[in-house]
């Protein structure tokens, strides 16, 4: 079974959901959480038997689709997409657990499943073509989520969503053809297999515009500034649980596929393009913080937030050294866990008043305690206090890309300001003072079903911010090959330098196939 | 031994755990009982390891387990507990068991007892993991948990919108400091390799100067915001929102001495670039003026004595500065004992006076308060440096400090500001509890606090009197680990007339401000000619830097964040995919004509099609028949 | 002058051109059905024309298959015509808008 548990993974929770359109309505949320929670176990036995020592992917299975174009169904999983896929399995479960009585619950859980799907086979998918695939196919659960439960403006956030991805998503296709066609050109076999890929060195110049081809597709998806603009409509109309999902998961797709394709396949690439993707990266972190700070919606905060934090994470990928990526792998994980946690969060409050607005609460902390206590606990490990998940990724992206540039750090340092500035204006706004309203007088405080989905993240939050060793040593490991094989894979003298020698043998070039 | 050290460092965790049990709960009395016994047991361990350093046992390190490690990158939770951080144990657990205990009485009527307590041993275990850490990351954990925990407690009452407001600034003014402490951290671990002091400390050796000097100035920038030196000094004074006790043992004798404890824990580092020394010396000396200046004519109790807490922390970044790290630390435990004493007298003062702050509301309050006038009395002889008190001991050495390294200025200014110490501290005294009974006017009954109130406050008041004989055993415990000079004035004539000379200013500055004000009858209203000369108007205003703060960047950042977002990411960002998007749209939506249904319309565009087609068939055939003249006629026109 | 290849070939452009503006101009659907014989029998002519210029009876064959095709289509179409006509007792082009976008 361990053999192909990727594939379990991947098609559990689908089959699950086409068999839950026979189940009955009333019983629908105890069958999605059974189903979440064995793909929950499923995930930490994937985990237990994963081996942290080995750097490689593990778990690979290989079927072929189509032989005679090189297109075949690989998985395989190292430490970089292990505890995302753990992460996903995770937010899934707790998200239906928590799910909040709508309508069409069946349809609501059915989507996730799917959902679920897609997103493990984004993660696990090791050939372009399948990766495409999932990464596509994650489009549409989402686009039904929004579109069918989300607020007012549902309808147009939700083709935004889809069409501005979409769009970018089509360069990225062109790019991964383009990469086969140059495979074949070298090797005269056709081949969408990554790893393959890995071993083929381009030219530099080819390097640039198959890196572009890519970067679109990924950048729209972290979003990277300035191709943001979905994400605030996706957010702010979207229902919480997609939110959910949107934040912690689907976003992380983005900066996963720049360590997974980008570095590794055009090393020069990333090197000739580090320092403008750091301005983006930095340009990201302070201009949407403050555009948070001027949000007037609780939810929009949250927003604007995650794409300040995405630019920490890019920063840290284009670090290229082993502490840099780790970081931005790790800060992946935990960026997850916060905003999942502080959307959760939000829903709560509007579960209650039905509205986002700050301006419309204040003084919560009289009627809510335990809601403020963990609000304030998510609130600080969203501004980087150590301790917490995020500081762990916080400081070492930064630490990381302090060795390419040190005034380019300086600027993204601003993060811990700027990230403190909005989150306490908010929380001072939602929480602090007299109770001025007197629908809030009356408030409830968080209940059981909610508490089911707040103990764990908060408890993770903290957890993995004393003790990260359990998930960082696994990332170190694989993030260590990673830099290894694009140091071995540069071909320009600039590139060399930037690019760390993490052991310090150089695998001789020859061994290697050139394209051209 | 390692014993003591974990019980040192976790016992106030485990006292803010338990509280925090508690914090849903209405006030229970044993759980301020317990937290304090906890800390109490805290301030035992670190006694005994106070006494086994003493004994010149070796220091004891332990490292618990990894924290980080990745790429070269380690770093673990280590704890080490020498000479340097056994001070601070002491001074932090002493002075954090007192506070608790004091404040079972003090918060006695509030809401907020419990979760007053978690709160506040937070706050004692981060502060005891910011001193005891042996590394850069560990210290930046304590400077980041206090940081927390300051935010929390200045903003305990919640309810009342300065107080939070006085709670995010501190914390945001703060970490515009971090910012520069983490750059410092970065430097050291590219540049040495480690964290770890040891490791690092080693490593400064080899380095060129350069790099050290940015070591050193970001390392510094950190310790700037943590101890409010100029320009990040505003948030201290405004975190007098907070509770008495927090600001006796926040804001007076532990937190704000975290950045002198950085320099002095750094002085390896500093030792080698003695011109970033002298910046802080000279920076530690304006800040001790400027604080005072700004302390002479404020009305507000507290505002005033954090205003005397800061410039007295000038006066130990100006010893760290010079160099004289064994004084600036000594003077961090004598001003830490005499200062929470006089915060804790302002709190029964408070208490008494129905949360009065205008000293000149005040007056004659020794006839009801009379433990509370002769604490506060003491502390401020202290402050002032009276002999044979505290401050006579720690603060006339960095007088003579500064003389001997032959910094004049330097030690001017310190001179000068000694003088404007013991005049505000002393007008401070004199409005209080002296002169007439000004209370009177607004119907307030005062009474002197709980009696184990002050019962809790005696170790401070017997520390601020003698803590002047722990001189000697001082030096000769710090003396290896600090490298420290004694400093000798070569003549004993000036010695004498030095000694004797600032006890005369500054007994002289203490009876001018008896005699202007210990008689003083009414409560100013803004009318008198010196309330409206331009130097008081100046110095009530706080130079105006606040005013400028607010007017110059908290202001502009507001409306160029509601720029940004409603200019810039609406109309310009958003408004350009959109309009790319638009564009499509209303191509669809002018060419839907051509869709008219018409066969006739369509068969004229099918023929205009196949027209279109043909004449581009024949075009290309001619290009692709006659490209070499094509290309010869390009070529002849130059392109 | 002899009658040459060029000659039939101008024909059938004629031809071709009158058809075209036909298919252009006309409003109603049964002379829409002539004018598209016309463009039809203009290639006819070219194709028999060229055929007999290279010798190749392909193009004949051609014109042959175009022919039958023809006569197919104006069955169908005539039918549908009529039906239209039945319904709504007009064959103007402009009566027939349904498919519009």
């Known amino acids: 079974m361990l053999d192909h548990i990727l594939s379990i993974l991947i098609f559990f929770p689908a089959l699950a959901g086409i068999l839950g359109f026979m189940i009955d309505k009333k019983s629908i949320r105890a069958y999605g959480i059974a189903v979440g929670f064995v793909e929950f176990a499923l995930s930490l036995w994937l985990w237990f038997a994963f081996d942290s020592n080995v750097s490689g992917m593990q778990f690979m299975e290989n079927l072929p689709l189509i032989p005679s174009f090189g297109i075949n169904y690989i998985l395989g999983v190292d430490g970089i997409s292990l505890f995302i896929i753990i992460l996903a399995a995770f937010f899934t479960m707790i998200g239906i657990a928590s799910l909040t009585k709508t309508k069409n619950e069946k349809n609501m859980i059915i989507t996730l499943l799917f959902l679920q799907m897609t997103m493990i086979g984004v993660f696990s998918a090791l050939d372009a073509i399948v990766f495409y695939v999932f990464w596509e196919l994650s489009l549409v659960p989402m686009l039904y989520i929004i579109g069918a439960w989300g607020g007012p403006l549902r309808i147009y956030a939700s083709i935004k969503f889809f069409l501005y991805t979409f769009a970018g998503s089509l360069v990225m296709l062109v790019g991964m053809l383009f990469m086969a066609y140059f495979f074949y050109q070298a090797t005269g076999t056709w081949s969408f297999a990554i790893l393959d890929w890995y071993r083929l060195i ?98 929009q905060v949250v927003a604007y937030s995650s794409v300040s934090h995405m630019g920490v994470i890019i920063l840290g990928t284009f670090a290229l050294n082993v502490e840099g990526i780790s970081g931005s792998v790790f800060l992946m994980i935990g960026h997850g866990v916060v905003s999942g946690a502080l959307f959760l969060l939000v829903g709560v409050i509007y579960d209650r008043r039905h509205t986002k607005l700050m301006s419309e609460f204040g003084g919560l902390a009289h009627v809510m305690p335990r809601y403020a206590t963990i609000f304030g606990i998510m ?46 204006s908010a929380y001072k706004k939602m929480f602090f003072g007299n109770i001025t309203k007197d629908e809030n007088r009356e408030l409830k405080d968080v209940n059981k079903r909610e508490l089911l989905a707040l103990i764990p993240l908060s408890i993770i939050t903290i957890w993995l911010g004393i003790y990260p060793k359990p998930i960082l040593e696994p990332i170190n490991n694989s993030v260590e090959a990673v830099v290894q094989l694009m140091h071995n894979k540069s071909t320009t003298v600039e590139a060399k330098e930037r690019i760390p020698n993490v052991s310090g043998i150089v695998i001789s070039k020859t061994s290697t196939r050139e394209a051209h | 031994m390692e014993k003591y050290l974990y019980i040192a460092l976790f016992a106030p965790l485990v006292s803010s755990l338990f509280s925090a049990l508690f914090t849903a709960t209405p006030k229970k009395q044993f759980v301020g009982i317990v937290a304090s016994f ?63 205990i004091y404040s079972i009485g003090y918060m006695d009527h509030d809401k907020g007892f419990n979760r007053f307590f978690a709160w506040l041993s937070a706050f004692v275990f981060s502060m005891m993991i910011l001193v005891m850490s042996d590394n850069y990351a560990g210290l930046f954990i304590g400077w980041e948990g206090v940081g927390l925990c300051s935010w929390g407690l200045i903003g305990f009452w919640f309810h009342k919108d300065i107080a939070t407001w006085a709670a995010n600034e501190a914390f945001i003014m703060n970490r515009i400091a971090d910012l520069g402490m983490l750059i410092g951290l970065f430097l050291v671990y590219w540049n040495t390799g480690t964290l770890q002091y040891e490791g690092a400390f080693a490593a400064f050796a080899q380095l060129d100067t350069a790099t050290l000097t940015w070591i050193g100035i970001f390392l510094f920038i950190g310790a700037m915001g943590k101890s409010a030196q100029f320009p990040l000094h505003t948030w201290l004074a405004d975190a007098m929102e907070g509770p008495t006790p927090v600001s006796a043992l926040i804001h007076a004798a532990t937190m704000v001495t975290a950045g002198v404890y950085l320099v002095i824990r750094s002085n390896e580092l500093y030792s080698l670039i003695p011109h970033v020394g002298l910046f802080i010396a000279s920076l530690g000396a304006f800040v001790a003026l400027f604080a005072a200046s700004m302390a002479l004519v404020n009305r507000d109790m507290k505002r005033i004595i954090a205003y005397s807490t800061l410039s007295q922390l000038g006066y130990m970044f100006a010893a760290a500065g010079l160099g004289a790290y064994w004084v600036a630390l ?153 490298g420290a000079a004694e400093y000798h004035i070569h003549s004993h004539v000036t010695l004498w007339i030095m000694l004797v000379g600032t006890q005369i200013f500054v007994g002289l500055a203490i009876l001018y401000a008896y005699k202007k004000y210990g008689t003083w009858s ?118 | 002058m002899e009658i040459g290849l060029n000659h039939y070939l101008i024909l059938s452009t004629i031809l071709f051109a009158i058809g075209l503006v036909g298919v252009m101009r006309r409003k109603n659907l049964l002379l829409l059905f002539f004018a598209t014989e016309i463009l039809l029998n203009s290639v006819n002519i070219a194709f028999a024309a060229i055929s007999h210029y290279y010798g190749d009876l392909t193009g004949q064959m051609f014109a042959f298959f175009v022919i039958a095709i023809a006569a197919s289509e104006v069955a169908v179409g005539l039918g549908l015509l009529i039906v239209w006509y039945k319904r709504h007792g007009t064959i103007d082009l402009e009566s027939m808008t349904s498919m519009r976008g």
């Open chain 1, 202 to 299: 381009l030219p530099e110049s080819f390097q640039l515009w198959l890196f572009v081809a890519f970067f679109f597709g990924f950048a729209i998806k972290v979003p990277m500034f300035p191709f943001h603009t979905w994400l605030p409509y996706a957010h702010g109309q979207a229902p919480t649980i997609g939110s959910v999902i949107l934040a912690a998961i689907l976003l992380k797709m983005g900066t996963y596929a720049f360590i997974r394709f980008s570095l590794p396949l055009f090393p020069d690439a990333s090197v000739f393009f580090m320092v403008p993707i750091a301005v983006i990266a930095i340009i990201m972190i302070i201009y949407t913080a403050m555009v948070a700070y001027a949000q007037k919606d609780v939810k």
């Open chain 2, 38 to 100: 906890l800390i109490f047991s805290a301030f035992v361990s670190s006694y005994i390891l106070l006494g086994h350093i003493m004994d010149g046992g070796e220091p004891i390190h332990v490292e618990m387990m990894t924290w980080m490690a990745t790429g070269n990158l380690y770093i673990p939770f280590g704890f080490v507990v020498d000479q340097i951080s056994v001070t601070m144990m002491m001074v932090v657990t002493l002075v954090s068991t007192i506070v608790h």
């Open chain 2, 330 to 482: 000594f003077h961090l435990m004598a001003h830490a004992f005499f200062k929470a004493l006089l915060f804790l007298g302002a709190g029964n003062v408070m208490h008494a006076m129905h949360d009065e702050l205008d000293p000149f509301k005040m007056g004659g309050l020794k006839k009801v308060m009379k433990w509370t006038w002769i604490m506060m009395t003491i502390a401020s002889l202290a402050l002032a440096g009276i002999f044979p008190f505290a401050g006579f001991f720690s603060k006339d050495t960095i007088l003579e400090a500064a003389f001997a390294e032959h910094h004049m200025v330097i030690y001017g200014v310190l001179l000068f500001t000694a003088g404007l110490t013991a005049f505000y501290s002393f007008r401070l005294v004199a409005l209080i509890f002296h002169g007439e009974e000004r209370y009177k006017i607004f119907g307030i009954h005062p009474h002197e606090a709980y009696r184990f109130m002050l019962i809790a406050m005696s170790p401070l008041l017997i520390l601020a009197m003698i803590a002047g004989v722990f001189q000697a055993p001082f030096f000769e415990m710090v003396e290896e680990i600090l």
């Open chain 2, 522 to 639: 009414s409560v100013p209203d803004g009318s008198s000619k010196m309330e409206n000369s331009f130097i008081y108007k100046l110095l009530y205003n706080q130079y105006y830097i606040p005013y400028a703060y607010e007017e110059y960047i908290v202001k502009p950042y507001n409306e160029i964040s509601e720029i940004l977002w409603t200019k810039v990411d609406q109309k310009i960002v958003d408004a350009s995919v959109d309009g790319i998007a638009g564009f499509f749209y209303s191509a669809g939506e002018n060419t839907r004509d051509m869709q008219s249904g018409n066969l006739s319309t369509m068969l004229k565009w099918m023929v205009a099609g196949i027209i279109i087609l043909l004449s581009l068939a024949v075009v290309f055939g001619l290009a692709a028949r006659y490209s070499g003249e094509i290309m010869a006629i390009l070529s002849g026109l130059g392109v």
């Open chain 1, 379 to 424: 609130l600080m490990a969203s501004v980087g206090m150590p301790l917490t998940i995020n500081f762990v990724g916080e400081f070492l992206s930064l630490l990381g890309f302090y060795e390419q540039s040190h005034i380019l750090t300086l600027l993204a340092g601003i993060a811990i300001i700027v990230g403190a500035i909005y989150m306490l």
